[in-house]
């Protein structure tokens, strides 16, 4: 099992950055594979970005292709989202989440992770 905290949230103006953080508890980190969801008001959690469990691989979502950035540091059990040129519609809760570690299916539905932290709010001005 492994626990998961998001930092790094906060109110930023329209194209600006913010870098967030997800620290994990344990330490079988690198078995686990992550991913960043978010979830705006009224509308149904997103998958934004995931990454394996090296870090030899990421996937986006198109809407933040080119803009975000997730990378890990297994050694310091935390994995990032970098977000830059930031949009008024990029407002949301961002969440971030782990796969189990045999699990090989899709990346992008919420149900393919286990493990989920509590969020972190990101809003941005216009």
């Known amino acids: 099992q492994v626990q998961l905290v998001e930092s790094g949230g906060g109110l930023v103006q329209a194209g600006g950055s913010l870098r967030l953080s997800c620290a994990a508890s344990?330490?079988?980190?690198?078995?686990?594979?992550m991913g960043w969801f978010r979830q705006a008001p009224g509308k149904e959690r997103e998958f934004i970005a995931f990454?394996?469990?090296?870090?030899?691989?990421?996937y986006y979502a198109d809407s933040v292709k080119g803009r975000f950035t997730i990378s890990r540091d297994n050694a310091e059990n935390t994995v990032y989202l970098q977000m830059n040129s930031l949009k008024p519609e990029d407002t949301a809760v961002y969440y971030c989440?782990?796969?189990?570690?045999?699990?090989?299916?899709?990346?992008?539905?919420?149900?393919?992770?286990?493990?989920w932290g509590q969020g972190t709010q990101v809003t941005v001005s216009s």
């Open positions: 989440a782990a796969r189990l570690p045999s699990y090989s299916g899709t990346v992008y539905l919420d149900t393919d992770y286990r493990y």
């Open positions: 990454i394996s469990k090296n870090g030899g691989s990421t």
């Open positions: 344990g330490r079988t980190f690198s078995s686990y594979a």
